[in-house]
């Protein structure tokens, strides 16, 4: 961007057309609803941020650039900090100034955001309840979704580059024929293994890093639903939510808010990563 060719930061950046796009629906019009469109706003560019760096995580694992793949995980890892902090803006708004403008909202909620069931999926999350035909969800968006639940994920990246170094990750023939629960078991403990083995020996320092920085991402997406859930109380306490019907516990179409939201506390990326901390050797005196 230089002066010669005549581009400008706002043509550039198209700060008008962004602009543009914080409406109020509320009439007369609420002071606090701009902050409240511009934080959702602001969340969806981080998440496609988000998603655009896991991509790149998922290519350079893909080509066994580990040091690549932790540099850019680390990005995420900062990125989702700040979605953490950013979440408690909207403690600076009364209860009584949102319940003006809720209304307005109607059914429209976060919970129906795609790009955050998108970074679930890719992440490894998917619980194929997301992905049930949803009545407030375009079919481009579902196809979109679907998509995303049938690409391999950041997980699937992060066991094939433990195969490639030797680790057994891989389920037998008599094991991919079992049911899936079993099957499920089976996979999650022999990961759990790989990665204690992992951590046993003084090799592959690279992986432990990238395994470290899966974990971050992880811990930062159970603590931002954790802050999320806690300005959620502190803003609705326990009205019904709004989300979409199929996966909460519903009273005519709505959620139960926070009493759902609790249930998410317990959602893991990475089963394994969590499990194997249990069974990491104590190191002897002399290392
Ligand atoms: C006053 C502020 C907010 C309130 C009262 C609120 C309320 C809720 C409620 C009640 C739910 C449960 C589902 C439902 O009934 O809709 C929910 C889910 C959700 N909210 Fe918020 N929320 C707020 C701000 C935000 C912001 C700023 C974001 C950022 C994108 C966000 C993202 C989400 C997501 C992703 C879910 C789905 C969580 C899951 O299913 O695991 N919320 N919210």
């Known amino acids: ?12 950046l ?3 057309r962004l602009l543009s ?26 998440f496609k941020e988000i998603l655009n760096e896991l991509e790149a995580v998922h290519r350079s694992l893909m080509k066994l650039n580990v040091r690549e793949a932790i540099r850019l995980m680390n990005r995420v890892v900062t990125i989702e900090k700040l979605l953490i902090d ?18 307005v909202l109607s059914t429209s909620s976060a919970f129906q955001s795609l790009q955050f069931r998108e970074i679930e999926f890719f992440s490894g999350l998917k619980d194929p309840r997301f992905l049930l035909p949803l009545n407030r969800v375009a079919p481009s968006d579902y196809n979109r979704l679907k998509k995303r639940f049938e690409k391999p994920s950041i997980w699937d990246a992060f066991t094939f580059i433990l195969m490639k170094h030797g680790f057994r990750v891989q389920l037998s023939p008599g094991e991919q024929d079992m049911g899936e629960r079993e099957r499920r078991k089976r996979k999650l403990e022999k ?5 204690v083995d992992l951590f046993s020996s003084e090799q ?11 974990l971050a991402h992880d811990q930062n ?3 931002w639903r954790y802050h999320h859930m806690a300005v959620v109380e502190r803003m609705i306490g326990m009205k019904i939510g709004s989300g979409s019907p199929h996966v909460t516990d519903v009273t005519g179409g709505l959620s139960s808010g926070v009493p759902y939201l609790k249930t998410t506390l317990s959602k893991r990326f990475y089963p394994a990563l969590w499990k194997a901390r249990t069974g990491f050797p104590i190191p002897s005196e002399e290392e």
Do not use: C, N
């Open 221 to 223: 997406f159970w603590l």
């Open 21 to 46: 796009l914080q409406k109020p629906r509320s009439k007369p019009a609420q002071h606090d609803e701009t902050l409240f469109i511009i934080i959702h706003q602001t969340f969806e560019l981080w």
């Open 86 to 103: 950013q979440i408690h803006v909207l403690e600076t708004m009364r209860p009584e100034d949102f319940l003006k403008f809720r209304d």
């Open 191 to 195: 990961e759990t293994k790989a990665i």
């Open 204 to 214: 592959h320092p690279d992986i432990r890093d990238l395994s470290e920085a899966l």
């Open 1 to 12: 961007m230089t002066q010669a060719d005549g581009l400008s930061y706002k043509d550039y």
């Open 14 to 16: 198209k700060v008008d």
